[in-house]
């Protein structure tokens, strides 16, 4: 798949596009912002240090990968993830906030899944993290609902002209997670190998998982 | 509302575009700005529908100039002094001009990992029975409120089949206006996407979460 085209692109509809002041403008507004806060006993400074270390560090999809890979290898908990998902991620200890109601998607031949949020950017923290900037961007929340395999495309995958494209559009707060389709020839691979084939993108649906081929070779 | 954040079929925002990179965060703002709104969020002074509905109240033009993070901020600053926790002259300055506002609930470093685990659940105890069931035809009402509602314009009055059942929810209508929680019945419900655009689609079909007061018999 080829990125090129997105160079261009890269620093559309960000604050990147008026250099000089804007940058520094916004720094000193949410500093001050901030302060008072402080001062108004409002905020503890401390917690807003945890809370950026826990979404920065801690929090991404390598959670949502063991959830795929532990349904791809384990059939009892494909059963389990597919019924309750909530409880089935909880269990591996991915819950709570833009997580508590989860709904996981599973993709077959026939079917594929995308998920999007038109009207914000819900989204499953605790098993992807915090959404990338695409998917809050308002082409993304546009398009996905019309033209999900104009989307895909994009993304630098086509499926075949029969498959069922189904668009969840997040408008309460159910979250979901795709399963991507599990890759041919990775039969009898363990939980943590199959884990380095899912990408946040195929547990959103603007990606398929990949193939062995694919795999870096110093983890493969 | 009818805002700009309402944006599920508009057209002519060109592609998807990936950053190569992808970082988190822009700049150093956006990181305190998100870090911030969690933890005023967390004060428990408004919830999360005011928080969007400050949010979408944007005008059109601003909140489609906007980036994210600064469309954040802008919800914030809104509901700050909506709720009399600080003037517009303390927010602008960073100097405190008036006392703190009693009773606020200033979320802890070390309560931050138990309230992230804990969330905010929107399941109810039902106190009525439900309505409709999966494999029921309904129609999503025709509705314009100028206030907050989850029901995306490109669904409105459009047919379609419950799919999911999840419970009472909160109902994002009432909780954003500060009318309370009154759970009402959520369903997933999947319209054809002929249904909703015609031909000029690609999807199969969509899937929309709707409360009950969204939906009727067809």
Redesign the interface.
């Known amino acids: 798949m080829s990125h090129d085209h997105h160079h261009e692109h890269e620093v559309e509809g960000h604050d990147h596009d008026h250099p000089g002041s804007e940058l520094s403008d916004m720094d000193l507004r949410v500093r001050t912002l901030e302060s008072l806060l402080v001062e108004k006993g409002y905020v503890d400074p401390k917690a807003l240090d945890v809370l950026i270390e826990t979404y920065e560090t801690r929090v991404g999809p390598h959670n949502g990968a063991r959830v795929v890979a532990k349904s791809w290898a384990d059939s009892a908990y494909r059963k389990w993830l597919l019924e309750d998902a909530t409880a089935a991620i909880a269990s591996l200890g991915f819950a709570g906030r833009q997580g508590e109601h989860m709904v996981a998607l599973e993709n077959t031949p026939q079917t594929h899944h995308m998920v999007v949020c038109t009207l914000c950017s819900c989204y499953p923290w605790p098993v992807l993290g915090l959404p990338p900037v695409w998917y809050k961007s308002a082409p993304y929340r546009s398009r996905a609902v019309i033209d999900p395999r104009g989307v895909l495309k994009e993304f630098g995958f086509e499926l075949p002209a029969g498959t069922e494209f189904r668009v969840w559009d997040s408008t309460a707060e159910i979250r979901y997670l795709v399963v991507p389709l599990r890759p041919a020839g990775t039969d009898g691979w363990s939980e943590e190998r199959l884990a380095r084939l899912v990408t946040r993108d195929s547990m959103i649906g603007t990606g398929l998982a990949r193939s062995p081929a694919e795999l870096p070779e110093e983890v493969a | 509302m009818n805002g700009a954040?309402?944006?599920?079929?508009?057209?002519g925002?060109?592609?998807?575009?990936?950053?190569?990179n992808?970082a988190?965060?822009?700049?150093?703002?956006e990181?305190?700005?998100?870090?911030?709104t969690?933890?005023?969020g967390a004060?428990g002074t408004w919830n999360l529908d005011m928080t969007?509905a400050a949010?979408?109240s944007l005008p059109p033009q601003r909140y489609?100039s906007c980036?994210?993070y600064?469309i954040w901020?802008e919800g914030?600053?809104k509901l700050l002094v909506k709720t009399g926790?600080?003037t517009p002259e303390?927010?602008?300055?960073?100097?405190?001009l008036a006392p703190?506002?009693p009773g606020?609930r200033?979320?802890?470093?070390d309560?931050?990992?138990a309230?992230?685990?804990?969330?905010?659940?929107?399941?109810r105890k039902a106190t009525v029975p439900a309505q409709f069931e999966v494999g029921d035809a309904v129609r999503t009402r025709q509705m314009n409120p100028p206030t907050h509602t989850?029901?995306?314009r490109?669904?409105r009055g459009r047919h379609g089949t419950i799919v999911?059942v999840?419970g009472a929810?909160?109902f994002?209508d009432t909780h954003a206006t500060g009318q309370g929680e009154q759970p009402r019945w959520?369903y997933?419900v999947?319209f054809d996407?002929t249904e909703?655009?015609g031909a000029?689609?690609?999807?199969?079909?969509?899937?929309?979460?709707?409360?009950e007061p969204y939906l009727e018999a067809p």
């Open positions: 954040h309402d944006l599920g079929g508009m057209q925002f060109g592609p998807v575009t990936q950053e190569p992808e988190r965060f822009h700049d150093d703002w990181r305190r700005v998100l870090a911030v969690l933890a005023m004060t969007r949010r979408e489609l980036t994210y600064r901020l914030l600053l926790l600080a303390e927010t602008d300055s960073g100097r405190m703190a506002a606020v200033t979320l802890m470093a309560q931050v990992a309230a992230l685990a804990k969330g905010s659940p929107t399941l989850r029901l995306p490109y669904c999911a999840h929810h909160v994002p959520l997933t999947r996407a909703l655009w000029d689609t690609t999807a199969s079909a969509v899937c929309v979460d709707c409360w």
